[in-house]
């Protein structure tokens, strides 16, 4: 099992941990929704819990929950600034399907 960071992603949450002042690392997940099944939810984590599984990637700490590993297993999570808009975009190799608007995903 692992979930890496790009040196880019790692920079930018290293950058809003130490603005928020707080935070263990950053919390990556799925949830139900959309038109293909899934999206991916993430967030600061202020806790780690002890059913979370935790990857280190250049010095951060990735944190999963239990019900979402399965789904992000392998992934490579980048950011990416494009003129006015930045995100984080999700290089997952259990991704079936996309949908068109990019915001859902279905799995393997």
């Known amino acids: 099992m692992s979930i890496r960071l790009t040196a880019a992603a ?7 941990l130490h ?7 950053l919390r990556i997940g799925v949830t139900t929704t959309g ?4 999206a991916y939810v993430v ?3 202020d806790e780690v819990r002890d059913s979370d599984s935790v990857f280190t990637s250049h010095g951060i700490k990735v944190v999963i929950d239990e019900s979402s590993i399965q789904y992000l297993d392998g992934t490579e999570v980048d950011f990416r600034e494009d ?3 930045s995100n984080f ?4 190799p259990n991704v079936e399907d996309e ?3 990019g915001e859902s ?3 393997v």
């Open 35 to 38: 038109c293909s099944g899934f």
């Open 19 to 25: 603005s928020r002042g707080q935070g263990e690392g």
């Open 43 to 45: 967030d600061f984590a």
């Open 89 to 92: 975009s999700f290089n997952n």
């Open 83 to 85: 003129g006015l808009s």
């Open 105 to 107: 995903f279905t799995v």
């Open 10 to 16: 790692a920079e930018r949450v290293r950058t809003q």
């Open 99 to 101: 949908c068109g608007c």
